[in-house]
């Protein structure tokens, strides 16, 4: 359960979904640093919770940190990374330590190199992941310590890692969009693709526990049935209506109980937090 929470925090603002192969993507709102919604030094903190029979538990924690680097060979680009941890009593239970990272480029937001590290109770995974010319996409996985599986994928412009994906859609502009537009985009992880649709369903204002009262965009994708999330169930994202575009909040359903996840505190946000109506 707490390792589908900490998956869940790395995609708070693309959770997974699967849909036939898409090729429109919207192209991202950028072309300079000026542009962007977000910049060198900001810094997400997030909690994640299980509601299950009316009792709630806080369960873990993410963060996401964004630096930008102006030298290296490859040129000025962002570095981000995602990490995620149980707390201190649900690590008896099962202890969970994952760290994501990403480098992407601030004009077109391709990102060119990806690297997870996941330590989830026994399980081990490594994956490095580097995004060559023509989209052509190499992987590297390794489980535990067997041997490095080398996999050459064919993927396209609207193709991101999950890290980049999650600032590229920030970028997107949905003010002028009417409720139901969708979003089609894409990400790679370890040795697959999977195709994903944003549906934008319009404006709310949303209480966040413990960070304030906010105007905000609300969105929704459709999960895939199985073990863990029920059929027909969406998740729900809601989005800081101003100029930063910070995801605040979401929760889902799932077999048993609900999860969901909260905005905690920020750094160095580019705007001012203009979509904040109250304090906690």
Request: aromatic letters at 14%; hydrophobic letters at 35%; a positive charge.
């Given at each position: 359960m707490v390792k589908r929470l900490l998956i869940l925090i790395c995609l708070l603002s693309v959770p997974i979904a699967s849909f036939s192969q898409q090729s429109n993507c919207p192209p991202p709102r950028a072309g300079s640093l000026s542009d962007l919604p977000f910049q060198d030094g900001e810094v997400l903190l997030y909690s994640l919770s299980y509601n299950w029979g009316g009792v709630v538990s806080s369960v873990a924690e993410g963060s996401s940190k964004l630096k930008f680097n102006n030298s290296g060979a490859a040129g000025p680009h962002f570095h981000a990374i995602v990490e995620g941890k149980t707390y201190r009593f649900y690590d008896l239970?099962?202890?969970?330590?994952?760290?994501?990272?990403s480098k992407f480029f601030p004009g077109n937001m391709r990102p060119f190199y990806f690297h997870r590290n996941v330590q989830e109770g026994k399980y081990r995974m490594k994956n490095h992941i580097t995004f060559l010319p023509d989209n052509q996409i190499r992987s590297l996985t390794q489980k535990y310590d067997n041997p490095q599986k080398d996999t050459l994928l064919k993927g396209s412009l609207c193709t991101y890692d999950i890290v980049t994906m999650f600032y590229y859609a920030r970028t997107l502009d949905y003010r002028s969009d009417s409720p139901g537009t969708t979003y089609p985009v894409s990400?790679?992880?370890?040795?697959?693709?999977?195709?994903?649709?944003?549906?934008?369903?319009?404006?709310?204002?949303?209480?966040?526990?413990?960070?304030?009262?906010?105007?905000?965009?609300?969105?929704?994708?459709?999960?895939?049935?199985?073990?863990?999330?029920?059929?027909?169930?969406?998740?729900?994202?809601?989005?800081?209506?101003?100029?930063?575009?910070?995801?605040?909040?979401?929760?889902?359903?799932?077999?048993?109980?609900?999860l969901f996840g909260t905005l905690k505190s920020t750094e160095n946000l580019k705007f001012p937090m203009k979509s904040k109506i109250t304090h906690k």
């Amino acid at each position: 359960m707490v390792k589908r929470l900490l998956i869940l925090i790395c995609l708070l603002s693309v959770p997974i979904a699967s849909f036939s192969q898409q090729s429109n993507c919207p192209p991202p709102r950028a072309g300079s640093l000026s542009d962007l919604p977000f910049q060198d030094g900001e810094v997400l903190l997030y909690s994640l919770s299980y509601n299950w029979g009316g009792v709630v538990s806080s369960v873990a924690e993410g963060s996401s940190k964004l630096k930008f680097n102006n030298s290296g060979a490859a040129g000025p680009h962002f570095h981000a990374i995602v990490e995620g941890k149980t707390y201190r009593f649900y690590d008896l239970f099962f202890k969970v330590r994952d760290y994501y990272e990403s480098k992407f480029f601030p004009g077109n937001m391709r990102p060119f190199y990806f690297h997870r590290n996941v330590q989830e109770g026994k399980y081990r995974m490594k994956n490095h992941i580097t995004f060559l010319p023509d989209n052509q996409i190499r992987s590297l996985t390794q489980k535990y310590d067997n041997p490095q599986k080398d996999t050459l994928l064919k993927g396209s412009l609207c193709t991101y890692d999950i890290v980049t994906m999650f600032y590229y859609a920030r970028t997107l502009d949905y003010r002028s969009d009417s409720p139901g537009t969708t979003y089609p985009v894409s990400f790679v992880i370890d040795d697959d693709i999977f195709n994903i649709s944003i549906r934008y369903i319009g404006k709310e204002v949303k209480r966040i526990p413990g960070f304030g009262t906010f105007n905000t965009a609300k969105f929704a994708v459709k999960l895939i049935a199985g073990t863990v999330f029920k059929g027909d169930k969406e998740m729900i994202l809601w989005i800081s209506d101003d100029e930063n575009k910070i995801p605040l909040g979401f929760e889902v359903e799932i077999i048993i109980g609900k999860l969901f996840g909260t905005l905690k505190s920020t750094e160095n946000l580019k705007f001012p937090m203009k979509s904040k109506i109250t304090h906690k």
